[in-house]
């Protein structure tokens, strides 16, 4: 029914765009990451981005929708690209698509499809392949050990024997094994850390390249109003506070917050992840309690809980409290007073 | 030794918790029945006895009491329903067979050229919606009548038919948008 | 002069596209043969007829008389014959026909006798009348009764002038500001006097100097205690309850009138027909009407009240494709197919649609909740969530969401990525609920007979039943005293 109702104008905007962009936001990241591990990253990308499209089409086809209008919105394509870039780049091919299908067919169409679902699908599937994998997930390979990009197909794709010596764990993760087994003691934080620097300077291993790159994204993505600062803002606001108030208080113990905003997937879990409108808070006060909650949840998990990183459950656990948030933080009505009383 | 401690604390815990419950059931008791009032308030007050309960409020005693199901109410239809459910903690029940079809109001209309005034239909109308005197022609006021049809069995001339009250630029409401599913979509469109 | 303005939330910036309207000089629209007045042409209650079919009418003569207070009273807007009174097609989006008093025009055009008021002497409950019986409503398309916004409680400090025309391609208070300035100065004049406001702020938004220049010129002439404030080009910024924000910082519910907090507001149309009331005695019976759009010839017309829509697009020459109307701005008006129904008093500008000015509006997808609505909406609601409410039908819940204080201005579904057609989806459930007061109370009153009738049933049994005892006491007695007798009938229990 072609609607009568007023506006007859609108701005040329449509959510296949605001996808584009988040895309094109990603792109340099992809860049960077990809010359610092190898072209295994774009490898990586391309099956998850090939995987998410099939799913996407099966379940829109047993849904009955039309199949060409929703898979043009390109939302799988986003699910699939943060997947391929949450997962280690070396992981088998059967894992990322194991981890695509739990994105799009359980976190996606089962909960109703785009805009229903209560839970972050990338960050679903990074879960659900992390308790279910917790090794192959933990696999990162050692940087600066780069790979013939053949070779690197081979493992992926499971030609060639996954060699430990490739794999290594992640600075994050080098210093979790090091507090578990209490060889940390006074000053030896920064020792191993400088044995991690072989291409960045703070962060560990160049990971601060990729995360800036990241940040850049981010910022991309502010300006053309994709989303909004309070999110992100929030998110780095508030683990740059909780990680310089343990790092003051033992800076042998903790790592200093540069290291933890600039490693692992904080980065992208603030402009990426956090900010998916889907799952996450919609009222301006909500999404800085959201962004809060994230950003203090991941460092409690990556720092005292038994996953290397933990943007992922941080998310989902604040994906849980959404719609509570949303519910106590509802945005005064223009000509109504902030308690509520008309004035 | 461990095991007998447990079991203890968890007997202390229920005893203490089960005491709370019990004195908050004495303190916070309820006076009356209110819960009637209240679904009488969600009934639509036809009285048109479809739910075979003479009238709204017996319904509403026997919804409030469990007795009846909340899904018998045609007028109140799904809306209704929900409303009961939400009410009464209930969960939502589809419609019961004999309500499936849609509520549209329809109002009573007596043919003044056949009435012969025998006031029957005056008696049968719950609401007094009905005008009229015996020997005189009898009509409906239009505002009142609930369409609860109960006039229309008594008419010995059957004079009574209803008629859904015709719509003007006042009454009209915006109609449902579709949705995006499938059918909704029309084909050219699902290409763009 | 600067002033503080206030910023009110969100709004949006669509491309303007009124150059093109706002070129040429008002025209005069050439008169009808034949007029449709519908009788309901303002807010309130529709006037009642006072003329037959058949009977001549003089231009001015009253043919539909206010007998509420919400309510105007309707005029011939030529002279001619009453040809027909009952129902014709109006423009609204049901279709439905409403009633109308149709004229044949005489072609001569004769008013009836003109008299001026002599306000200064009179009380202003008498101006109030008498704008009442000149038919005179809000013309910028809330089409409220003028008279029933003045003399209020509270006393008016601000007098606030609406010519802001924020909606696109409507150039019709630009026209008359520029043209006309001095006649609605005066009328500003008699407002403000009749309001006693300590202020007078005329709101212009920044897109019309020249509109400005003219207003500031007639001002020099008459007093130099007026202001004309410049608004930042926003829509809605015309909206009443975002114009009085951004000027006086006051906020008005929807369920609030502003007279209540000390301000009136009138349209510049309205205080010019006001004028044009109480200096010359002319009722309200012609109305400019921005025609644009897909036409050759974009114009701003003085039409007479009643002339067919279509009749008054041809004038301006539509383009070979186009394929409907819209009445009203782009953002808030009707869209309706190519149509003969009557111009109003509330129609202020008849868009030419076109596939290529106006492209359907995408197939709609799923909410992803990007909040783009909120961000823009003026009234600081969460569109989205009244639209999640309103599609399950659960209109309580969009209620509690402050459904009610939505205005409809349309930001929300120009920005929505989805391409929702949220203000529709609004619509429906504000209808629906709306619906659901009216039976609400239908329900209460047939409540209450019922019972009253259960009551009665029961009074009657209990008188029925006292009348029976007392005729088989009566018996009894009787019996006694004398056995021979019969009983005696029983009396009559009604006095």
Redesign the interface.
Known sequence: M??????????A???S??MRLVCAALFPGIVVYSALIGPAVLAQIVLASVAALFFEAVMLKLRAMPIR?FLG?Y?ALVTAWLIALTFPPLSPWWLTVTGVFFAIVVAKHLYG????NPFNPAMIAFAACIIAFPALMSEWPAQGLMLPFEQQLEIIFGFAPRIDALTAATPLDVIKTALKNNALRAGNIQELLMSQNLYGTFAGRGWEWVTMTYLCGGAFLLAM??I?WHVPFAFITSMAAISALCWLFDPGRFSDPLFHLFSGGAMLGAFFIATD??S?C??PRGRLIFGVGAGILAYLIRVFGVFPDGIAFAVLIMNICAPLIDRYT???????RANGR?? | MDILTAIAVMALGALLLGAALGCAAVRFRVEGNPVTDKV?AI?????CGQCGFP??RPYAEAVAKGEAEINLCPPGGE?GMRKLAELLGRDCVPLAETVKRAPKREIAIIDENRCIGCTLCIQAC????IVGAARQMHTVVE??C?GCELCRPPCPVECIEFRPLP???E??????????KKE???PE??A? | MMRTLFS??GG?K??PNKEASARAFIASAPLPERLVLPLKQSAGVAPLPCVRVGERVKKGQIIAVAEAWISVSLHAPTSGKVTDIGAHP?A???G?P?PAIVIEADGEDAWRERQPLDWQGLAPREVQCYLQQSGVVGLGGAVFPSHAKLGGDTPTEELIINGAECE?YITCDDRLMRERADEIISGVALLRDLTGARQCLIAVENNKPEAIRALRGAIGKHREDFVVVTLPARYPAGSL?QLI?ALTG?????N?LPAALGVQCFNVATVHSIWRAVAHGEPVVRRVVTVSGNVRAPKNWEAPIGMSMNALLQLSEPLDDTDGL?V?G???????PLTNAPITKGSNCLIA?SPRL?P?????????????C??AC?????P??LYWWS?A?NFDRAAE??LA?CI?C?CC???????I?L???F??A???L???AR?RQ??????D??E??QFRAEREKAEKQAKTAAAKQAAVMSAAAAPSEKPAPTPPSEP
């Open positions: 072609p609607t009568p109702s007023s506006p007859h104008l609108r701005e905007n449509s959510i765009r605001i209008r919105d939302s499809g785009l805009g229903q109003g994709v909004t409108p889907v996450g919609a009222t509802q945005p005064t009505v223009f000509g109504r008309r004035s | 009488n009934l639509p007050q036809t009285q009238g709204c809306e719950p609401v007094d919606a505002a009142l609930t719509e003007t630029p009454t009209w409401r915006w109609p449902e948008v579709g949705f995006w909704d979509v029309k469109m699902a763009a | 009110f939330p949006v669509p491309d109006l609204h989006p049901s439905l409403a696109p309850r924000y006051k906020h008005a519910p929807v609030v819209i009203g782009p953002m808030m008006g009707l869209s309706l649609r106006f359907p509006r995408p197939p709609e997808s799923p909410c992803i909740r990007c909040t783009a909120a961000q003026p009234q600081g609601l969460q989205f969530e599609r039908r969401h402050a204080e409809e349309g579904a120009y920005v929505c990525p989805a391409a057609p203000v529709h989806y619509r429906f504000k209808g629906e709306a619906a659901a039976e239908m329900a209460d009153g047939a409540r007979r019922f009253f009738r």
